[in-house]
């Protein structure tokens, strides 16, 4: 489990470099292009070159949706399932049910942490906060009272429980970050990079492409604006 936790961070640090890394280098080139690509837009529109897009941000009838939309009725009843598995957890949990082997103050201070929790989710109607309430308790190792074989014993099932969980926890994680978009760009410039060239700063060119034909198609559009303003024939 060390092992995947290192391997872990050590894939999170460098997905974060590399968004940093994007985001001073690159994020700067499209802050640049796409309020130039706007104007393009809104140029070849004015000169008849386009048709305003009927869908965009300002086409009649496009309206946000009221902010009291979602959400806005009264807390719904709590469901029969709700109800056991609150009932289950306070069975386990709850602080007066406590044994009289069970005074040390740890698990006092657990059992009572728990059972404010549980009092939230029931609230909030969270069962899936309910049952990982109840998994806590059962599977800390800590909470068993004992020195015996027994008691050893179920400390050490509940350890490599704990320890599955959080393997299990670990490669969802990884399954995770690599479905993200910054793991499939660093994948992309690996695999460039394993034969000989520069994704990213091809990337970068890339943009700054763009944003110099941009300009020039801008500055285009502009002069002709000009000419037809002052009653002249638009130049090819």
């Known amino acids: 489990m060390a092992t995947r936790e290192s391997e872990l961070t050590t894939l999170k640090n460098d997905l974060y470099a590399l968004q940093t890394k ?8 499209y802050a640049e292009l796409i309020p130039l690509d706007e104007a393009v837009a809104e140029a070849e529109v004015a000169a008849g070159l386009r048709v305003r897009d009927p869908e965009g941000p300002d086409a009649p009838g496009v309206e946000d949706a009221p902010a009291d939309f ?23 949990v709850h602080p007066d049910l406590s044994s009289h082997a069970d005074v040390d103050e740890r698990t006092r201070f657990r059992r009572h942490s728990l059972m404010a929790e549980a009092n939230r989710a029931y609230a909030e109607r969270d069962e899936d906060r309910l049952r990982l309430i109840l ?13 015996d074989p ?32 910054i793991a499939q760009l660093k994948q992309k410039i690996d695999d460039a990079q394993a034969q000989g060239w520069d994704l990213f700063a091809e990337m970068k060119r890339q943009v700054q492409r763009e944003i110099s034909m941009g300009r020039a198609t ?6 002709q604006a000009a000419r037809r303003s002052n009653g002249l024939k638009p130049s090819a």
């Open 22 to 29: 994007y985001l001073d280098e690159v994020g700067p080139l």
């Open 70 to 92: 979602a959400g806005c009725g009264a807390a719904s009843a709590p469901s029969d399932v709700l109800k056991q598995m609150f009932r289950d957890v306070a069975r386990a």
């Open 135 to 147: 998994h806590a308790w059962q599977h800390d190792p800590g909470l068993v009272i004992g020195d």
């Open 150 to 181: 027994v008691a050893e014993h179920e400390r050490l099932k509940r350890r490599a429980s704990r320890l599955n969980t959080r393997l299990l926890e670990i490669e969802s994680a990884f399954a995770d970050l690599r479905r993200s978009a």
């Open 218 to 223: 801008l500055e285009k559009l502009r002069r």
